[in-house]
C-alpha cells in the first residue's frame, strides 16, 4: 500500500478543528487487512506523519509500499516475519500490548517490505515522510531503554524504542510506547511541540503527533476506556478535543497543547506515539503548559506507583 504526497491546507482561525475531526474510532479508517489508515497528506492539515494497523490471519501476509515515507513495524499482538531488500527479519512480538516491550524493525524510504505472519497477529506500522535512506534496523524488545516518567498517580511507564538518542538512524520519524496504570494521569502536564523556537533560553521543536490507543478489558472481558485532551495553544491555531478513547482509537494532533490523558481506574492505557515535522533536524523539544508544569515538583516526594517499581533498564 502506498502513501500520497499531496499539500494539504492548514486551518485557519475561522477553523476549530474538534473531536470529531481529530478522534478517529476503531475501524472507522480502515480498508482490507487494514484496521486503521493514516496517511501523510492524505487529510486536510496533515503532512508528516502516518499510522497504519495491520490485521492478519494465521498465514495471511500484506505487503507495505513506502512511498515518501520511512517506516517503523511494531508489533501490537502476535509475531511476524518481515521480508526487505532480499532479507527475512523474524519479529518474535507479544501476547498483547501490556505484556513487554517487542522487537521493532525499521525500514527506509522507498523499501517494500512484505509482513507475514504463520500465526497470525495485529501490527502497528508507524511512518513518516523522509528523504535520506537509512539501513533497515532490527531492535531487538531486550534491547529498548524502558523509562519510568512522573510519581504518585502520574507514573507511566515508556519504551523508547524509536525516541531521539535511543534511536537515530532514521531521517524524521519519532515513536515510542506508553503504558498508564490504571488511575493513572499521563501526558501530564500538558505540554506542546507546534512550532520551532530557539531563542537562547528555550528549545521547541514542531512536530505532528498521533496517539494511537488500547486500553485493558475489565477482569470479566468488559472494554475499557480513557480520556484524551488536546486543547489550542494560540489564537491563530485553535484545537478542542475531549475524547473517551477505547482499544482501537486514534487521536491527531497537529498542534496545541496535548494532555491530561487518563487511564480509568482498572484499566491500564497504552498508546503508541508517532511524531515527525518539517524542522531539517531530528528533535523533541516541548514546552509544558504553564498552568501545569508545577506538578513536575510534586514527583519526587510521591514515588513511583509500586506497580511500575522495577522496570526500567
Not at 499482538?77 to 532479507?87: A, F, L, M, R, Y
Request: hydrophobic share 35%.
Amino acid at each position: 500500500m502506498s502513501s500520497t504526497t499531496s499539500t494539504p491546507s492548514t486551518p485557519g482561525p475561522s477553523s476549530t478543528p474538534g473531536t470529531s475531526d481529530l478522534h478517529l474510532p476503531a475501524g472507522s479508517t480502515g480498508r482490507g487487512n487494514y484496521e486503521t489508515i493514516i496517511d501523510p497528506g492524505a487529510r486536510d492539515g496533515w503532512v508528516h506523519t502516518g499510522l497504519r494497523v495491520l490485521a492478519l490471519g494465521p498465514g495471511e501476509s500484506e505487503i507495505f509500499t513506502a512511498n515518501s515515507v520511512e517506516a517503523m513495524i511494531v508489533p501490537l499482538n502476535g509475531g511476524c516475519e518481515v521480508s526487505v531488500g532480499g532479507e527475512q527479519h523474524m519479529l518474535r512480538g507479544r501476547t498483547d500490548v501490556f505484556a513487554s516491550a517487542t522487537d521493532v524493525l525499521y525500514v527506509p524510504v522507498g523499501s517494500q517490505p512484505t509482513i507475514s505472519s504463520a500465526d497470525g497477529g495485529r501490527f502497528a506500522v508507524a511512518t513518516a515522510v523522509a528523504t535520506g535512506v537509512h539501513p533497515v534496523a532490527l531492535i531487538r524488545a531486550e534491547d529498548i531503554s524502558v523509562e519510568i516518567r512522573g510519581g504518585g498517580n502520574m507514573t507511566r511507564k515508556v519504551r523508547n524504542f524509536g525516541t531521539v538518542g535511543a534511536f537515530d538512524a532514521m531521517d524524521s520519524l519519532i515513536a515510542c510506547e506508553v503504558i498508564t496504570p490504571g488511575g493513572n494521569w499521563s501526558s501530564y502536564p500538558a505540554h506542546k511541540h507546534d512550532e520551532t523556537v530557539d531563542d537562547g533560553e528555550h528549545l521547541e521543536s514542531e512536530l505532528e503527533e498521533i496517539y494511537y490507543y488500547e486500553i485493558q478489558d475489565a477482569p470479566d472481558g468488559g472494554p475499557g476506556f480513557g480520556f484524551h485532551q488536546t486543547t489550542s495553544s494560540g489564537e491563530s491555531t485553535p484545537i478542542d478535543v475531549l475524547s473517551e478513547v477505547r482499544t482501537g482509537d486514534t487521536v491527531l494532533v497537529p498542534h496545541g497543547w496535548h494532555g491530561p490523558c487518563a487511564a480509568a481506574p482498572g484499566h491500564d492505557m497504552y498508546y503508541l506515539n508517532v511524531m515527525a515535522g518539517p524542522d531539517p533536524v531530528r528533535a523533541w523539544n516541548i514546552t509544558d503548559h504553564p498552568e501545569q508544569t508545577w506538578v513536575r515538583g510534586t514527583w519526587a516526594d510521591a514515588g513511583i506507583d509500586p506497580r511500575l517499581e522495577g522496570e526500567t533498564r
